[in-house]
């Protein structure tokens, strides 16, 4: 079945500094992007969308100068948290459909923990 | 305002209990309903997915229903067992949308 594989699983980073956050498709061709943030006890929150090839789609109130997002190829779209403050430590996922498209599920990476100190 | 809800959103239960977990969805109009396992810390894992042609869906232990009419869907588990103790998650899939929209989910307990 289609996997997401997504790096680095656990992250501690300084304030201040970025942190970047890759999803691949493994064995398949995801031609968008969903990543999430899920904040302690709640549920996961759609950041933005990123399509392949062209500018993403971030949710209101989503910043979209301090996470960028890049889906250069089929395979791989990133997530940089840029300037990392301790109001970003939060549980990152990204999910793609899977192959079928929308209709039939999506597929989602074993997340990032971030914590900023 | 499309929404997802769960109720309860926790649920503690001895080992061996069947159980039922409840998702409500506020527009009939979905293409498909996806329950997932969370457990902490950790990344979301598929255990079922009903479309919207579908009244049920089986894997092992589970047992998932759709009601699109009244807008619910239940997550049966029969014989529960510790292993099964994590956050349960329904997602719809909107017509409207090609986003997931996602219950806050159930916190389950099975205590040994």
């Known amino acids: 079945g289609a996997v997401v594989s997504q790096h680095p699983s656990r992250v501690i980073c300084k304030s201040g500094t970025s942190v970047k956050i890759e999803c691949r498709s493994l064995?398949?061709?995801?031609?968008?992007m969903f990543w999430y943030r899920q904040f302690p006890k709640q549920s996961l929150m759609l950041m933005a969308t990123?399509?392949?090839?062209?500018?993403?789609?971030?949710e209101q109130g989503v910043e979209k100068d301090k996470f960028l997002i890049n889906h250069a190829s089929l395979t791989l779209s990133t997530l940089t948290v840029t300037s990392a403050h301790p109001e970003d430590s939060s549980f990152y996922i990204c999910s793609a459909p899977g192959t079928g498209g929308f209709n039939y599920g999506y597929t989602f990476g074993s997340g990032t923990r971030l914590t900023v100190v | 305002k499309q929404e997802v809800t769960q109720i309860p959103a926790a649920l503690s239960v001895p080992e061996g209990e069947n159980l039922v977990l409840n998702c409500s969805f506020t527009?009939?109009?979905?293409?498909?309903l996806q329950w997932f396992r969370q457990d902490h810390g950790k990344g979301l894992t598929s255990l079922l997915l009903i479309q919207s042609s579908q009244r049920e869906q089986t894997s092992g232990r589970l047992n998932a229903s759709l009601d699109k009419s009244s807008g619910r869907s239940t997550l049966y588990i029969a014989a529960s067992q510790p292993g099964d103790s994590a956050t349960y998650l329904c997602a719809a899939l909107f017509e409207t949308s090609d986003q997931l929209t996602f219950g806050k989910g159930t916190k389950l307990s099975v205590i040994p």
């Open positions: 990123s399509n392949e090839g062209s500018k993403a789609t971030y």
């Open positions: 064995d398949f061709q995801a031609t968008t």
């Open positions: 527009d009939s109009a979905i293409y498909n």
